[in-house]
């Protein structure tokens, strides 16, 4: 068929899907500019990145941040309290770095929410709302992330909302592909997420949407950039304006990554000096929380970074810890965490980029007040706690937050919240108020309804 005639619709889509660039169709890039009927935010920015911790499987809050020595035994478990440099305040002695930067830290000890399934419960994390009924992801609540990008915020070329995966053997599907929230939802995948799934700790890592494929060169490219506008000038109005005008955006945006030294240099993480990545950890989390600093600094405006299975059999999946909690919160789960949350704090504090950018730990939910408790469907062994999220603890720090301070309180047995209980909604708010988005915002979902994004009021105590 020449150029000079009418391309039928399929054979466009056939030609993304064998791949018009040479590489994998970045179908995740979400686009930046905002749509029409976005409203522009109006507040000022106090934090113009957002780095989202995810604690995936559900930490323990009176194993972390939260402690309770004057419980019971089956209640309070095996761990001490420690002082940290803010007087008064007191966390866990498995978080010895983080216990000397509490000063940068707004810890929540009132989350709460009724969800005690993980892969529904993060999208109360991730959006705010309630999850939807079903398994469709397209139904889901907006992520964050997918909100941002829908407002033209970032910088090109790079994508406004990336999210880390590392994928590890014996990875639980339904974590990793199912779980609510991760993606723009009714907003339409325009405003996806980047999502990457390899490992940042190997040798060979890659980000394989972002480079050319053996053969590819620029001139290459730019001979079929010329040949894709060509095609694009064939189609019409209506179906630009569909998902085909999706297409043709994250086309562009993937010529544009591919010829530029910016975007190519932020996933570079063999430009980090060794006493940088070790200071981070050599595993996949630290090494994924690197990432995002490479990220933020060059303008992206949202970063999620999923706690990854490390793939020992006979333990805990990711935070999940029905069985073995206190020897893997120990051994696997808390030091590097600590690590990393702490390197994180302290480089970004150096650069000057702290005060710019909002950092949030969290699970989706936290694990049962007594040992061995059930429930959920899974359980609980002798050594484990099940679900909990009825009360559990995020964190915050940086992005206008005020550190050094606990917001809300749980009971004496960490099962409830005893004084200002924090809805998921509320604290999403919080973040879009630091990012400079108006409480009330409504945005157009993908048959033109408009929705209030955010029904929630921020926590005026935790800004500073």
Same mark, same amino acid.
């Given at each position: ?20 660039? $040479? ?7 979400? +686009? ?21 911790? !995810?604690? %995936? ?7 972390? %941040?939260?402690?309770?020595? *004057? ?7 095996? !761990?001490?309290? @420690? ?10 002695? =498995? ?27 993060? =999208? ?12 469709? /992801?397209?139904?889901? &609540? ?11 915020? +970032? ?25 609510? *929230?991760?993606?723009?939802? &009714?907003?339409?995948?325009? %405003? #996806? ?7 940042? #700790? /190997?040798? #060979? ?17 730019? #001979? ?33 990554? /591919? ?7 932020? !996933? ?7 006493? @940088?990545r070790d200071r981070y950890g050599r595993n996949p989390h630290g090494q994924s929380v690197l990432q995002a600093r490479r990220l933020v600094e060059r303008g992206v405006p949202l970063v999620t970074i999923f706690w990854p299975n490390d793939g020992i059999k006979n333990v805990s999946v990711y935070w999940d810890t029905h069985s073995r909690n206190f020897i893997d919160h120990r051994e696997r789960l808390m030091p590097p965490a600590d690590q990393a949350f702490s390197a994180f704090l302290d480089d970004l504090s150096e650069r000057g980029l702290l005060d710019e950018t909002l950092v949030? %730990? ?16 899974? +359980?609980?062994?002798?050594? *484990?706690?099940?679900? &909990? ?14 550190? $050094? ?25 919080? @973040? ?31 800004? $500073?």
């Open positions: 068929m020449h150029l000079s005639q009418p391309l039928p619709r399929r054979d466009i889509v056939r030609a993304g899907t064998i791949g018009l660039l $040479g590489m994998s169709l970045p179908r995740l890039l979400a +686009g930046q500019r905002a749509a029409e009927a976005a409203e522009r935010p109006t507040l000022p920015v106090r934090a113009k990145s957002t780095v989202l911790l !995810f604690m %995936w499987g559900g930490p323990a809050q009176q194993d972390t %941040w939260d402690l309770k020595p *004057g419980a019971p035994a089956e209640i309070r478990g095996e !761990f001490k309290p @420690i002082s940290t440099n803010v007087p008064g305040i007191e966390i866990c002695e =498995h978080f010895p770095l983080l216990a000397q930067r509490c000063d940068k830290l707004a810890i929540i000890r009132s989350m709460t929410h009724p969800n005690v399934d993980h892969t529904t419960a993060t =999208h109360y994390l991730l959006t705010g709302q309630p999850p939807p009924v079903g398994d469709d /992801l397209r139904k889901d &609540w907006p992520s964050i992330g997918a909100v941002l990008a829908k407002l033209g915020r +970032g910088r090109d070329p790079l994508p406004p909302f990336v999210q880390m995966r590392p994928k590890m053997p014996g990875d639980v599907p339904r974590f990793v592909e199912q779980s609510h *929230g991760q993606l723009a939802g &009714w907003l339409g995948p325009t %405003w #996806d997420p980047l999502t990457i799934d390899a490992r940042p #700790d /190997l040798p #060979d890592y890659r980000v394989g949407d972002f480079l050319l494929q053996d053969g590819m060169t620029q001139d290459r490219i730019r #001979d079929r950039q010329s040949l894709l506008g060509s095609v694009e000038r064939r189609l019409d109005r209506l179906e630009q304006a569909g998902s085909l005008g999706a297409m043709t955006r994250h086309y562009s945006r993937a010529f544009d990554l /591919l010829s530029s030294a910016v975007g190519k240099s932020a !996933f570079e993480l063999s430009e980090e000096p060794d006493h @940088i949030v %730990w969290t699970g989706e939910f936290g694990r049962t007040p007594r040992i061995g408790q059930r429930n959920s469907d899974a +359980g609980a062994g002798a050594d *484990g706690r099940d679900h &909990w999220p009825n009360c559990f603890t995020s964190v915050l720090a940086g992005g206008g937050i005020r550190g $050094g301070q606990i917001y809300g309180s749980s009971d004496r047995y960490a099962a409830y919240p005893a004084s200002n209980p924090v809805n998921p909604l509320n604290l999403v708010a919080t @973040i879009y108020r630091q990012m400079g988005v108006p409480e009330g915002l409504e945005l157009h979902d993908n048959v033109g309804r408009p929705i209030v994004i955010c029904p929630g009021t921020p926590i005026a105590d935790l800004i $500073g």
